[in-house]
């Protein structure tokens, strides 16, 4: 229901013209003090409801799904390190 009404506030407010067209860019409009925030909350209880809304399954296809997970995120989090180092090689190695 909270996603609903959000997508329908989001909608309207872009229909209005959102950040760069009500009334002008950048908008002198108080919604984007507390935009974030909204924002941010109705992520949080969709993401809360959809964590609560089944029982996870413990079986070997459920923990491997996971360990992808884990290790892609580990990736994520890691890339920083290794993407600028890895195109200055390129750069100035193979171009």
């Known amino acids: ?5 959000f997508s329908t506030f989001y909608w309207y407010f872009d229909s209005l013209g959102g ?11 108080v ?12 992520y949080a209880l969709i993401i ?10 413990t079986n070997k296809l459920s923990r ?4 992808i997970g884990t290790y892609s995120y580990s ?4 890339h920083f390190f ?5 195109s200055k090689f390129i750069h100035f190695r193979l171009i």
């Not at 950040?19 to 409009?29: E, H, T």
């Not at 003090?33 to 909204?38: A, E, G, Q, S, V």
């Not at 290794?82 to 890895?86: E, I, N």
């Open 31 to 42: 919604i984007w003090i507390y935009m974030p925030t909204i924002e941010g909350f109705t």
């Open 82 to 86: 290794v993407v600028f180092k890895l």
């Open 1 to 5: 229901m909270i996603a609903i009404v």
């Open 48 to 57: 809360a409801w959809y964590d609560n809304s089944f029982s996870h399954s």
């Open 19 to 29: 950040f760069y067209m009500n009334p002008s860019y950048p908008s002198p409009s």
């Open 64 to 67: 491997f799904i996971a360990l």
């Open 75 to 78: 990736i994520y989090l890691l």
